[in-house]
């Protein structure tokens, strides 16, 4: 079954389904359809995300086992609630000794059932690059030593991982302290130990991303996928889940035929008479670039709601301020680079530095491609190499897929990317590149030999974007944070309420059911963060005299800090100021420094400029933390924080305005809405771990009793209405509205028709100059001028903007139509 709506919870030993069936009448009040559950299928020890999963065939025991999962389920069911979950298709935990899969294949190699499970090339042993040196001074240090663990004797590196020894050996094993013995006992095994600062170059099974703990699984074989979905197929068949969210789809061979799978064995499955009957939801987790769309041929539902999140955001920024942010950007940071720039050298860098490996292996196999085809004999390995590198330097989207699963757009796409690449092609070798993007799309039933090399492409174009760009470029260019988040195009500030309703009509046409979110586990920043940082899109000449007087205050260049960290900091400060917080609050400040300090750390190092995880500077990284807690310690800085605290109060209306925007337009356009965990109050939470942190539901359930909340009190009504008109939400056709007068730019207009019922709904947008220094979300009337909104009926009277807004800047109306 569709949900009406959804709410995603975090599940982990902390927060188990006991937690969860304990606040189901409070979910259930609220609105709510359906509980959407990160990964519940059993995870490494002390997981605090779920997606390192160690054995998909069983419920995990820390989260309350399949009793607990059992009771959720119940209570749910009793209130006319169902449960959707999140499967990961695309990779297994294997760090930690827990995965019996994994153990297996190590300690028997391909003669283990499950050496065809991974993406391992066989070509040689499996290495696992866990030492923290090389093999020889690790075997020097005794940091490697044989433990017995249930009467069977493991290999213990570092005492923190244990591996299999070889069933052949466990009688043979050599006399304590032997470094001789030892090494030739490892040369023995299945697998081999190497410097972890190898696996960029030299690992030789697929990863996810840049994580050796987590290993890719080959769902293109039958028999793997069979047996990782085995639980999802009885939980579904009992009547327990309702549907599923796939984890990182783009990471599979053949995301299309993996999906369509999917969907035919769910459809084959029957299900109890008292559950709700299918068909099952299914999204996909797919980052879209630009003008891409998810493919029909899938069967899903949609995607899991980037795309949404992305556009919403990008319809609160005012485009008139991308000049003036971007001039205060190059004058305050000193970076040059605009944002396209900025994304190529990352996307140059990390090819080089952390996907090695991966790229030679791909250029083998188009090498042996090129020698076996009469189009492109004669060609070195070299051309194709410099052919594949500079395309994985200007790819636009995350990958592409087999010719029958080929989006909408993708003709156009590949059109761009053939452009894009010419600058950087060697002259004469522009064929070499064109011939590679032909075989990107070419049918290919039967030539195992240019599927293979297309898959090593396809499974190459989606890190190397996942972390050149969300994970390196969105830490370097820092115009306006709010645009640098999971799945936005950071080039582009703002767009048109045009454009929003472009896309908004394509969704209800292809994608009715698909998922709508503003924030989740994996943001960057909270969905009221980058409400609050969206308003300087519209008051950037203020935002330039706050900000050089915050970095005077604060000391600028004598702190020691990159300026463009500065100017980074001074964001992240002002959109996660917490609401009520003091400037006075010394312990409160305290609090809120602590979570800057660990955004901080992370942000730099995967900026990868003046620090790096691989190579932490803690020099510099001291001289950021004392500069960020000196800043926020009242007793040294009152007057940085008295000026923090009045700007953000100055922004209080607007910000409050665009956070009720972005809820409203969630919750009444095509798709369906998931609310983050927590995110019905205020959501000023930074990247992970920040956003996952403890919610407090008792104190939303005593603000949904009072209904007074303004953003609490908004997502009940408008979950209400879909509650009473369910079909409306799911089915009804999507209207734009004309807007005409002075303020037109400033109001986006639709309505929702079926059937005779009719939701009308108008929003105001960009406030920020009518609000500055206001701590209510409305106007004043003369603000509007002679701004209108059309009816749908063209007989019908003109409604007048200010009459709209006069009390929110959300106006919805559900009637018929027809009535007066």
């Known amino acids: 079954m569709t949900p009406r709506a959804t709410y995603r919870l975090q599940f982990h030993r902390d927060f188990t389904f006991a937690d969860a069936t304990a606040i189901v009448p409070y979910l259930a ?16 020890s002390g997981s605090t995300h779920g997606y390192d999963v160690v054995d998909p065939t069983r419920v995990n025991p820390e989260l309350g086992g399949e009793d607990g999962l059992r009771t959720l389920v119940a209570a749910l069911r009793a209130r006319d609630m169902g449960l959707v979950i999140d499967i990961v298709p695309n990779h297994m935990g294997v760090g930690g000794g827990e995965n019996a899969w994994w153990n297996d294949v190590l300690a028997h190699g391909q003669a283990s059932p499950y050496a065809r499970f991974f993406d391992i090339d066989w070509s040689a042993k499996p290495l696992l690059p866990i030492l923290g040196a090389r093999l020889e001074d690790v075997l020097a240090a005794g940091d490697i030593a044989i433990v017995r663990r249930d009467g069977e004797p493991r290999l213990s590196v570092y005492g923190e991982h244990e591996l299999p020894i070889r069933p052949e050996d466990r009688d043979n094993l050599p006399a304590d302290g032997d470094r001789e013995g030892l090494a030739a006992l490892l040369d023995r095994q299945h697998y081999q130990l190497g410097w972890w600062r190898t696996a960029d170059d030299e690992l030789n099974w697929r990863r996810f991303f840049t994580i050796s703990e987590l290993a890719g699984l080959r769902q293109e074989d039958p028999d793997v996928f069979e047996a990782t979905h085995a639980l999802v197929f009885r939980l579904y068949g009992e009547g327990l889940i309702d549907g599923v969210r796939i984890d990182h789809v783009d990471g599979l061979a053949d995301p299309g035929a993996y999906c369509r799978t999917l969907r035919a064995r769910l459809e084959a499955i029957s299900r109890p008479a008292d559950a709700p009957a299918g068909p099952a939801y299914i999204v996909v987790e797919k980052i879209l670039g630009p003008g891409e769309r998810l493919p029909a041929s899938w069967q899903v539902d949609g995607t899991s709601g980037y795309d949404f999140m992305e556009e919403v955001s990008a319809l609160l920024h005012d485009p008139a301020g991308e000049a003036p942010l971007d001039a205060l950007w190059h004058d305050f940071s000193g970076r040059m680079l605009d944002y396209p720039a900025e994304e190529l050298l990352a996307r140059q860098q990390l090819l080089s530095w952390s996907f090695d490996g991966q790229f030679r292996a791909c250029a083998e196999l188009f090498a042996q491609l090129a020698a076996e085809r009469e189009e492109s004999r004669g060609w070195t390995s070299g051309m194709l190499r410099r052919a594949l590198e500079r395309l994985l330097w200007v790819f636009p989207v995350y990958r592409t897929y087999r010719p029958r699963d080929n989006a909408p757009t993708q003709a156009e796409m590949l059109d761009r990317v053939r452009a894009a690449v010419i600058p950087f092609t060697p002259p004469g070798e522009q064929e070499v590149a064109e011939q590679v993007l032909d075989w990107l799309v070419e049918p290919s039933e039967g030539d195992r030999l240019l599927q293979a090399a297309r898959r090593r492409f396809q499974q190459l174009t989606a890190p190397i974007a996942a972390k050149a760009v969300e994970d390196t470029a969105f830490y370097r260019y820092g115009r306006l944070l709010s645009r640098n988040d999971v799945g936005f195009d950071a080039h582009r500030l703002a767009q048109s309420v045009d454009s929003f309703h472009q896309g908004c009509a394509v969704r209800a046409r292809d994608f009715p059911a698909s998922m709508l979110a503003t924030a989740t586990h994996d943001h960057k920043r909270g969905e009221d963060v980058r409400a609050r940082l969206a308003v300087l899109s519209a008051v950037p000449e203020e935002w330039r005299a706050e900000v050089t007087g915050w970095d005077w205050l604060a000391g600028g260049e004598r702190s020691g ?47 990868k400029l003046r620090s790096s995880w691989e190579a932490p500077d803690e020099a510099y990284e001291g001289t950021c933390r004392q500069m960020v807690e000196g800043l926020l310690d009242p007793a040294q800085s009152r007057p940085f924080l008295d000026a923090v605290d009045g700007f953000a109060g100055r922004l209080a209306g607007a910000a409050l305005a665009n956070s009720l925007a972005q809820v409203a337009l969630k919750l009444t356009v095509p798709g369906m809405p998931d609310t983050y965990q927590g995110c019905e109050l205020e959501d000023f939470s930074l990247v992970d771990p920040d956003n996952r942190r403890p919610v407090d539901y008792a104190q939303r359930q005593a603000l949904l009793a009072e209904r007074r909340h303004p953003k609490l009190v908004l997502i009940r009504r408008l979950l209400g209405l879909r509650r009473v008109d369910p079909a409306l939400f799911a089915r009804g056709d999507y209207r734009p509205l004309e807007v005409r007068g002075a303020r037109e730019g400033n109001v986006i207009a639709f309505t929702r028709t079926l059937e005779g019922r009719r939701l009308t709904c108008a929003v105001a947008l960009r406030l920020g100059p009518a609000l500055l220094d206001r701590a209510e979300p409305v106007a004043d009337a003369d603000w509007w001028q002679d701004t209108t909104v059309a009816p749908e009926d063209p007989a019908a009277e003109r409604l007048d903007a200010a009459r709209l807004f006069a009390a929110s800047p959300v106006h919805v109306a559900l009637d018929r139509v027809g009535d007066g």
């Open 29 to 44: 009040d609220l609105g709510i359809s359906h509980i959407y559950a990160s990964p519940i299928t059993t995870a490494r």
């Open 561 to 607: 800090v990159d300026p463009a960290d500065r100017f980074m900091f001074y964001q992240t400060l002002l959109g996660a100021w917490p609401a009520g917080l003091r400037p006075d609050d010394a312990a409160g400040l305290g609090d809120f420094a602590a979570r800057l300090v660990a955004w901080q750390v992370k942000a730099l190092r995967e900026a």
